[in-house]
């Protein structure tokens, strides 16, 4: 690539630059990071390095709310911050997290398929619909990719050659997320610049971080070697990731070259870099050039591309009426723009259109579906979301989503046989048995729920929610001590969660030990102190500790 300064749409200092540097102004140290890239773990150790971890954890369970709300507009940052933009940075070092690209991209891929921020934005840019629930391809994700700017984009996918980066500093360092060993590296720069040393093992938050966001390799669940083309689901990236498979994809790693091409050769890293003199000035600075799309484009695109301007979709489908699946997309897209504006029944009509013209695409009905379930017209979701599942059989999600709207409508039976159908079709793990165990509670088969939710905890033990619900069948069920264990084990997950420690004061308070369950109850009080259910409990639990 050309040298020269990277061209960023706005002309201020990069400290200002998003993602904003985190700064150790006492040691001269900023630290720049991407989201995706071990930022969680490395906004902790910055909270511990600055002696605020307890402050961040007590203004949002989210420690990074604690960095966008009260870091950011703090007088010292801003201090910082002056500072810098007025002295430069010379006699700084700067200290750069980095990932492998190519694994920042599957990590991102499956994110995008957890929390469906993507879904809409990618629809608009591909011009074809894009379900997190129904799922889509790796190579899906990647085409949405390289047709956006990575400059302007949401800041997990946004290239990791900061602003910041290319700044004069007086050393620069490069510390590797991707190579396992990020924990050490932290331990050899608090050593280096004689920070305080941080006992991972120790620091219950990095566990717990951890565990909800890192994802173990299920490659062997897959028998399809090459992933590119298969369709996975929310429910794959939550219970069944096959990062091992995604990260060994060429033709994937061949898009991810492309379309995060200055990551690529903005950073030089290697293992000397860490730690090393060798890291002067090595972060490069580069033009940045869009990733040649490799997405064709639907003729209204291309229509507005060669006008270089934006011109209405109302207008620009018109020039790809002839293009069956371009004009069904477009009805769907004015169905989506309606419904988010509450006009349900003009929606449902651009639905109808779409699906009169292409009767196979399952997006559509299940589109229909939600938009029914919008509007409380149980019976016609529940006719699209078998509409949907005629069009993709194999498809659990659908299974799963279709048994939840039976059971919210008191149609357990119907509830059971979808999710039972679910469970055949994805037998490995325990969501599925976890639905079907609050089914059978709701129908008073309280035996029938206890052997379901074993069955999902079985298969799922990393599962603090399974554990806790276990426990509270088993609560009901009387059998104190073995609801003891599952909230225990719940609490050791995710200690942080209020209900878990009220479920695990009655389990003490079924057994005599009131002593114990008042210190979970004032636990569970502390950690929500306006919760009316939490302070009750409580005070029964007194009570009754001081009732013959």
């Known amino acids: 690539m050309p040298n020269g300064i990277i061209k960023w749409p706005m002309a201020r200092h990069p400290i200002h630059a998003g993602p904003r540097p985190l700064i150790l102004h006492d040691q001269k140290i900023i630290l720049s990071w991407s989201a995706k890239s071990g930022s969680v773990q490395i906004f902790l150790w910055y909270l511990i390095q600055s002696g605020l971890l307890e402050t961040a954890k007590a203004h949002s369970p989210w420690v990074h709310n604690y960095r966008t709300d009260i870091l950011h507009s703090s007088d010292a940052y801003q201090g910082w911050t002056r500072e810098i933009a007025t002295e430069g940075v010379s006699n700084y070092t700067l200290v750069k997290f980095f990932r492998d690209p190519m694994e920042r991209c599957v990590s991102t891929y499956r994110h995008a398929l957890r929390s469906k921020y993507a879904d809409a934005h990618m629809e608009e840019v591909l011009d074809r619909p894009a379900s997190h629930k129904l799922g889509y391809s790796f190579h899906q994700f990647l085409e949405y990719l390289s047709a956006i700017d990575l400059r302007q984009a949401d800041p997990h996918h946004k290239l990791q050659c900061n602003e910041i980066d290319a700044e004069n500093f007086g050393r620069k360092i490069l510390i590797r997320v991707d190579d396992n060993s990020l924990y050490d590296s932290l331990n050899l720069l608090e050593k280096e610049f004689q920070l305080k040393p941080t006992d991972f093992s120790k620091v219950q938050d990095f566990k717990i971080w951890a565990h909800l966001h890192h994802a173990s390799d299920a490659s062997s669940s897959f028998t399809n070697g090459n992933l590119f083309e298969t369709k996975l689901t929310k429910l794959d990236a939550e219970l069944r990731w096959p990062k091992g498979l995604l990260g060994k994809c060429e033709q994937a790693r061949d898009w991810v070259?492309?379309?995060?091409?200055?990551?690529?050769?903005?950073?030089?890293?290697?293992?000397?870099?860490?730690?090393?003199?060798?890291?002067?000035?090595?972060?490069?600075?580069?033009?940045?050039?869009?990733?040649?799309?490799?997405?064709?484009?639907?003729?209204?695109?291309?229509?507005?591309?060669?006008?270089?301007?934006?011109?209405?979709?109302?207008?620009?489908?018109?020039?790809?009426?002839?293009?069956?699946?371009?004009?069904?997309?477009?009805?769907?897209?004015?169905?989506?723009?309606?419904?988010?504006?509450?006009?349900?029944?003009?929606?449902?009509?651009?639905?109808?259109?779409?699906?009169?013209?292409?009767?196979?695409?399952?997006?559509?009905?299940?589109?229909?579906?939600?938009?029914?379930?919008?509007?409380?017209?149980?019976?016609?979701?529940?006719?699209?979301?078998?509409?949907?599942?005629?069009?993709?059989?194999?498809?659990?999600?659908?299974?799963?989503?279709?048994?939840l709207l039976y059971a919210d409508h008191q149609k357990f039976d119907q509830a059971i046989t979808a999710l039972n159908r679910a469970i055949k079709l994805y037998p490995e793990h325990g969501l599925f048995y976890h639905q079907v165990a609050h089914v059978l509670n709701k129908m008073g088969r309280l035996d029938d729920a206890i052997c379901a939710s074993r069955q999902a905890v079985g298969l799922n033990p990393g599962s603090a929610k399974f554990h806790h619900f276990l426990g509270n069948l088993l609560l009901l069920d009387n059998q104190y001590s073995q609801a003891l264990a599952e909230h225990t084990l719940a609490i050791e997950i995710e200690p942080g969660m209020a209900a878990y420690h009220n479920s695990l004061s009655r389990g003490f308070g079924g057994l005599g030990r009131f002593d114990d369950a008042i210190k979970s109850a004032r636990r569970a009080v502390s950690i929500e102190p306006d919760k009316a259910t939490w302070q009750a409990n409580l005070k029964y639990l007194i009570w009754a500790a001081n009732t013959p």
Do not use: W
């Open 257 to 403: 070259r492309d379309i995060y091409q200055p990551d690529y050769t903005a950073i030089e890293y290697s293992p000397e870099y860490l730690l090393s003199g060798k890291g002067k000035n090595r972060v490069k600075k580069h033009q940045y050039k869009p990733a040649r799309s490799r997405v064709k484009l639907p003729p209204h695109r291309l229509v507005n591309n060669c006008k270089k301007k934006l011109i209405n979709i109302c207008d620009a489908v018109l020039v790809a009426t002839h293009h069956k699946p371009f004009r069904s997309v477009y009805y769907y897209h004015q169905a989506n723009s309606l419904a988010s504006q509450g006009q349900f029944d003009e929606a449902e009509q651009f639905l109808n259109k779409a699906i009169k013209i292409d009767p196979e695409n399952a997006e559509y009905h299940f589109k229909l579906a939600e938009l029914f379930i919008q509007s409380s017209r149980t019976d016609d979701a529940m006719m699209a979301m078998v509409s949907t599942i005629k069009l993709e059989p194999l498809n659990a999600v659908l299974c799963y989503e279709i048994g």
